[in-house]
């Protein structure tokens, strides 16, 4: 791994420009991340996608680095042949993203749309603010996956730790394992499915009527994802005894009266 | 924020952690760049005591006399283990203020460590027949370079890279923490512990010494306490999951086993990796590929899980 080189302020290569490594062979292109710094693989990946015109790329020896694969705004099709370290897949819109190996924690913060599968386990705040999209973890997850969600579908094949769905406001979650204490803690709105037991139910979370659209989502989902059958799934929603939002605040009250 | 690595081989052979070690922590310096510090666990010529001891801190305003000072306190702390009947081995000069000193005594830790703290700005950084604690300001390397690690072979080992919150920047600081005045024992944290004072205090009445106001430094001192009542190691930790408040991930060591505890929000990073050969653990993935090759299956401990292994 080559040493990162800091500017005065302190700002991590802040002139780097991309390595051009990748054999581009028409609309795919493969490159070795081996010896490249977080920002250059990042930059090569940009020149693939933006200016090569590339649609599909994967990426060798990522070796758990951070923030790798973010911020990318088109479709395409990304494949990663190993781990990633913190902040993996973050802020995308668009792309269908496959990891060999693990990510760290926050991955796929604030994706706005595409597909995320991971093969291995995530750490915690796993799809953290996840705007829409689905990512798929077949490993374990940390604690506090999908926190502060605000759409789309969080599919964990393993165990997930506590406050899971932590102030979820939109959106799917849905766990094949068991889930730690605090489930869906203050959690606004949205839909968390448990196959497997729940250690405690966070603050207004409660049980949820199953309905068709449920049977409906989950199937589609574990079809295009190749789950398998779906096993039995406990629902759990928000029990909307925490909503205040018809008292006013006493400025407030003065603006309405 | 700080970062926190161990490994421990399972089958007690030894291999040299004090490189391992330095490249797991300095691929973690992005996590906290104001000191670096080792416990490493060795295995002393002679079966001897090993003393590592600072006179002066790495910051210390160095005035006309701090030379000879220096040399004075060094003739003390030799004259004084000599007093009480240890015989020294070797004194090694690390920096011009940190020391490690080898020697044979059979007497009381405390009675030794006391006598040597009484010193004028004298700290006894570890004490035991395998522990070495080693820390200073700076990145990993810089630390390795200055107390020459490159040839250091042990069974286990732990590091911490500090990224200062609580308390002050200088070696007092600095983590690991030996848990005074009991041998061998020393924790690295990630955290910050609510109850610090508390415990404090009460660790204080029963007679324990605290050098720094860094909170992370009472559990290397409750976990030894409750082990000095007859407690193993995991029971210890097991029990301060509900004595110790606070966010914290924390990795305890003693002579044979190696310890991690999460708290109950899991709300510090930890990953850990397991092998038949070897187990490895750091905030980041990212430092266990410095000392495992090729592509490694890793996971997240979940909230109030201890886990301990033996070497």
Redesign the interface.
């Known amino acids: 791994m080559t040493q990162i080189t800091y500017d005065a302020r302190g700002l991590a290569e802040p002139f780097a420009d991309a390595p051009r490594i990748a054999e581009v062979d028409g609309t795919r292109a493969r490159f070795d991340a081996q010896d490249l710094t977080t920002r250059t693989i990042n930059l090569e990946l940009r020149r693939l996608l933006y200016e090569e015109g590339v649609e599909e790329v994967e990426i060798d020896n990522p070796g758990s680095r951070h923030s790798l694969a973010v911020g990318i705004l088109t479709r395409c099709r990304i494949t990663i042949n190993g781990s990633l370290g913190y902040f993996g897949c973050g802020l995308i819109d668009g792309p269908e993203i496959h990891v060999t190996g693990r990510v760290g924690w926050s991955a796929c913060e604030n994706m706005m749309s595409g597909v995320v599968v991971v093969d291995g386990n995530a750490g915690s705040l796993t799809g953290a603010a996840l705007r829409g999209g689905d990512v798929v973890v077949r490993g374990r997850v940390g604690a506090r996956t999908g926190i502060d969600q605000k759409g789309g579908t969080i599919i964990v094949g393993g165990d997930a730790g506590s406050m899971t769905g932590f102030m979820m406001q939109r959106g799917r979650i849905v766990i094949l394992g068991d889930v730690g204490p605090g489930l869906g803690d203050s959690m606004y709105d949205g839909t968390i499915y448990v196959a497997g037991t729940v250690k405690s139910l966070g603050i207004d979370c409660v049980p949820g009527e199953w309905t068709d659209a449920d049977t409906e989502l989950v199937e589609r989902k574990f079809r295009i994802y190749g789950l398998g059958d779906p096993p039995e799934l406990q629902k759990f929603v928000c029990g909307k005894v925490l909503y205040n939002y018809d008292s006013l605040e006493p400025a407030e009250r003065k603006l309405v009266i | 924020m700080c970062g926190i690595a161990g490994i421990i081989y399972r089958d007690g052979s030894q291999h040299p952690i004090g490189d391992e070690m330095t490249r797991m922590l300095q691929s973690m310096k992005h996590r906290g760049p104001d000191s670096t510090g080792y416990a490493l666990y060795g295995s002393p010529e002679n079966g001897n005591l090993v003393m590592r001891y600072k006179l002066a801190d790495a910051n210390t305003p160095r005035d006309f006399e701090f030379e000879e000072r220096l040399r004075r306190h060094r003739a003390i702390v030799e004259s004084r283990l000599a007093a009480l009947g240890a015989r020294i081995d070797e004194v090694e000069e690390e920096t011009p203020y940190a020391f490690r000193v080898s020697f044979d005594y059979d007497g009381d830790l405390k009675l030794l460590a006391d006598f040597v703290e009484d010193i004028p700005e004298a700290e006894v950084l570890s004490l035991g027949r395998a522990l070495e604690i080693v820390k200073d300001l700076g990145d990993a390397e810089s630390v390795h370079d200055q107390y020459g690690l490159s040839g250091f072979t042990g069974t286990h080992g732990i590091g911490h890279v500090r990224m200062a919150t609580e308390s002050e920047v200088d070696i007092a600081g600095a983590h690991p923490y030996w848990a005074y005045p009991y041998s061998d024992v020393a924790v690295v944290h990630n955290g910050q512990l609510t109850n610090y004072f508390m415990w404090r205090r009460r660790l204080e009445r029963a007679g324990r010494r605290f050098m720094s106001e860094c909170d992370s430094e009472i559990i290397a001192v409750y976990l030894a306490e409750e082990m000095s009542k007859g407690a193993s190691l995991k029971e210890a930790m097991d029990k301060s999951l509900d004595e110790l408040d606070g966010v914290f991930t924390y990795i305890a060591v003693t002579k044979d086993e190696l310890g991690v505890a999460k708290d109950?929000?899991?709300?510090k990073?930890l990953?850990l990796y397991e092998s038949d050969g070897l187990v490895a653990l750091a905030s980041?993935?990212?430092a266990?590929?410095q000392v495992v090759e090729g592509?490694?299956?890793?996971?997240?401990p979940?909230?109030r899980e201890v886990l301990v292994w033996a070497r």
Do not use: G, M, W
């Open positions: 109950e929000l899991a709300a990073p990953v980041e993935e990212i266990i590929r592509e490694i299956d890793t996971y997240d979940f909230e």
